[in-house]
C-alpha cells in the first residue's frame, strides 16, 4: 500500500493564507487581503491593538469564518475538505459545562465525533497529564481557579489530539504570574508535540516570550503591517525574560505596534 500522502513534506506549509481578506454584512472591513506561510512546527503570534483583525483571522484559519475572497489552505488542502491533520480552536473564556467535571468538560469533542469510551477515557487522562490536572479530573468547574479551568480548555482541545492550536488571547484573562506559568507550560507542549501554535496576543511580552514569528497587525481597515522572525537560541525561561536580548526584542515589537497604531486610515 502507497502510504507516501501520510507523510508531509516539509515545504507543504501547515496554513497557506492566499490573499484573504474578510469584509462583514454591515460592510466592516474587518480585514484587507493577507498572505499567509506559516510552516509545520511554528510558533506565530498575532500582535495588535483592538479591532485589527486578530480574531477575524484565527476563525477564518479555524474555518469557522469564510473570506470574503481568497483561500486558505491547510497542509496544501482547502479547509472545508477531508484532511488527516487536525485542528483546534482554543477561547479567551474557557467556557466550560458548569454542570460537568472536568473530565466531562474534556471528552466532550470526543463524545461529539463518536469516540468509544474507553479510548476518550484514555486520551481525556493523557490530555488532563499535559496541562497538570490528573488529579482534579472529577472536580467541577467553579471549584478552580481561573487559571486552571483555562488549563481544561486547552486540555480539551488537546484531546483531539490536534496538530494546529489555534489560540486566541487564551491568558487574557489571568494574572501575570499565572500567564507566565502557562505560557511555559505551553511552550513545553508546543515543543515535545510538535505543534503548530498560532496564538493571539495585546501583549508584547507575551509574544516575545513565545513565539518564533510574530505577525504585527493594524486595524482600520485590519491587516497585516509586518513580520518579525524571533531567532533566539536563549532557551525561553525566567532568565530570557530579563535579558538585554528579550529588552531589545520588547522594543522591536513596541515601535511596530506604535506604527501600527500611528497608520490608522481614518477615512
Ligand atoms: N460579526 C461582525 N460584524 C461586523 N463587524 C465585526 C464583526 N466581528 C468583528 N467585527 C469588526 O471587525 C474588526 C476586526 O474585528 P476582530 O474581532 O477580528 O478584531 P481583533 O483584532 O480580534 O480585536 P480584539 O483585540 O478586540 O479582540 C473590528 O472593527 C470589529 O468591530
Ligand atoms: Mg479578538
Not at 484573504?20 to 500582535?47: H, M, N, S, W
Request: charged share 20%; glycine share 6%; aromatic share 6%.
Amino acid at each position: 500500500m502507497n502510504t507516501a500522502h501520510h507523510t508531509t513534506p516539509l515545504d507543504v506549509p501547515a496554513v497557506n493564507v492566499l490573499s484573504a481578506d474578510k469584509t462583514y454584512p454591515d460592510g466592516t472591513v474587518a480585514l484587507k487581503p493577507v498572505d499567509l506561510k506559516i510552516r509545520q512546527g511554528e510558533f506565530v503570534t498575532l500582535l495588535g491593538p483592538s479591532g485589527c483583525g486578530k480574531s477575524t483571522l484565527l476563525k477564518m484559519i479555524a474555518g469557522l469564518l469564510e473570506p470574503t475572497d481568497g483561500r486558505i489552505h491547510l497542509w496544501n488542502k482547502p479547509i472545508d475538505q477531508p484532511s488527516d491533520k487536525r485542528c483546534t480552536f482554543v477561547f479567551q473564556a474557557p467556557t466550560l459545562m458548569p454542570w460537568a467535571d472536568v473530565q466531562t468538560n474534556v471528552r466532550l469533542p470526543l463524545d461529539l465525533s463518536g469516540v468509544p469510551r474507553d479510548e476518550a477515557d484514555r486520551r481525556v487522562d493523557d490530555a488532563l497529564e499535559m496541562v497538570g490536572l490528573e488529579k482534579f479530573s472529577k472536580s467541577l468547574p467553579r471549584a478552580l481557579s481561573g487559571g486552571m479551568q483555562m488549563r481544561v480548555s486547552i486540555a480539551r482541545g488537546l484531546v483531539v489530539q490536534p496538530n494546529l492550536l489555534l489560540m486566541d488571547e487564551p491568558f487574557g484573562a489571568l494574572d501575570e504570574i499565572t500567564r507566565f506559568k502557562l505560557d511555559s507550560d505551553l511552550l513545553a507542549l508546543w515543543r515535545e508535540k510538535n505543534l503548530t501554535v498560532i496564538f493571539v496576543t495585546h501583549s508584547i511580552h507575551e509574544a516575545a516570550f513565545l513565539s518564533s514569528r510574530v505577525i504585527v497587525m493594524a486595524p482600520r481597515p485590519g491587516r497585516v503591517i509586518e513580520q518579525i522572525a524571533i531567532n533566539t537560541s536563549h532557551p525561553r525561561n525566567e532568565e530570557f525574560m530579563v535579558s538585554p536580548e528579550f529588552a531589545q526584542l520588547s522594543k522591536r515589537l513596541q515601535v511596530a505596534l506604535h506604527h501600527a497604531s500611528a497608520t490608522e486610515v481614518t477615512v
